[in-house]
């Protein structure tokens, strides 16, 4: 029977190793901008600024993209995050495995990418995109629910995709 894989010890006098996790309110801050730029776009979109709202969320998909590939360690929200917010609270209870919300991070991806691709010819899907993007965004930074990683955890447990993170 294999034991359980343990952290080396750190060494008498060195550094402790670093944590794996993320911090979680930093997702759900990302997510906060996220749903005011959604909302700001489906509100476009509804007042007929077509070329607005789709140039808006095809930024957004981008930076869903930039998330998704580089991963919720490097999105630019968590850098801000970082700097601005993260030194003025206090140190999370725990740590959260960052594959979940890198996941998530894809699926905005898909919802963003696949209404500006198709908004180019049917102007009325770029709100109805956003209004979708916003409602998973607004979840997550109200009521910290995470739809993407909810998606993702569904996917483990049902063995269609595996644990890519070391927190797992």
């Known amino acids: 029977m294999s034991q359980p894989e343990t952290a080396p010890a750190a060494a008498p006098g060195s550094a402790p190793a670093p944590a794996t996790g993320i911090d979680p309110r930093g997702p759900r801050f990302g997510a ?13 979109g509804v007042a007929g600024l077509h070329g607005v709202a789709l140039i808006l969320l095809a930024v957004l998909a981008l930076v869903f993209a930039w998330g998704a590939f580089a991963g919720i360690q490097r999105h630019p929200y968590g850098a801000l995050f970082k700097a601005l917010v993260r030194p003025r609270l206090k140190p999370p209870a725990e740590l959260e495995d960052p594959a979940p919300p890198t996941f998530a991070q894809g699926v905005g991806l898909v919802v963003t990418g696949v209404g500006a691709i198709l908004g180019i010819l049917f102007p009325v899907v770029v709100p109805v995109a956003a209004a979708l993007a916003f409602i998973a965004a607004f979840l997550n930074s109200v009521f910290g629910f995470c739809l993407g990683c909810q ?17 797992a």
């Open 32 to 44: 906060a901008i996220t749903a005011v730029l959604l909302l700001v776009d489906l509100f476009l």
């Open 151 to 167: 998606i993702y955890l569904a996917l483990v447990r049902a063995g269609v995709i595996r644990r890519t993170s070391a927190a």
